[in-house]
């Protein structure tokens, strides 16, 4: 499974938090992995469900600190205004550029942008790249 594959489950999985209450949120996990087949093109190896889940534990753990800064860049856009595919997408990379030091800042970026194209609306792609230049600048 590529890297922008992984990322993408990991910004599922992540994106349920929006809708889920902490103590939900095991079971959340366990629910997303029982909806993938064990088999074929779309399944996930118990190698990559691990990385999946432990990247996605590893933001919920800092998800304070992540949007702590988001509020501070955003200006004129609270967390509670913003759209939840944006915001999820925004804390990914976010995490991916201020603590995992396998991903390169503008890979972190660009891939971002890429869920945005993919997931958000028609402005999101450049909303979430002008949030994330702002905490790099």
């Known amino acids: 499974m590529k890297r922008s594959e992984l990322r ?3 910004f599922k999985l992540l994106f349920r938090v929006e809708f889920n209450g902490k103590e939900e949120m095991k079971e959340q996990v366990n629910l997303y992995f029982d909806d993938i087949p064990v088999e074929g093109s ?3 190896s118990e190698k990559n469900q691990k990385y999946i889940q432990d990247k996605y534990h590893a ?7 992540i949007d ?3 509020e501070e860049v955003s200006d004129g856009w609270q967390i509670s205004r913003m759209g939840k595919v944006e915001l999820t997408i925004i804390r990914l990379a ?3 550029i201020r603590y995992d030091e396998d991903v390169p800042t503008g890979v972190a970026i ?4 890429e869920l945005a194209k993919k997931f958000g609306g028609e402005d999101a792609p450049s909303f979430i790249n002008g ?3 702002k905490m790099v600048a």
């Open 131 to 133: 949030i994330l230049a």
């Open 110 to 113: 660009n891939e971002a942008v």
């Open 68 to 70: 702590k800064e988001i």
């Open 59 to 65: 933001i919920v753990e800092k998800l304070e600190e």
């Open 8 to 10: 993408e489950n990991i």
């Open 42 to 44: 779309n399944s996930i």
């Open 94 to 96: 976010l995490y991916e």
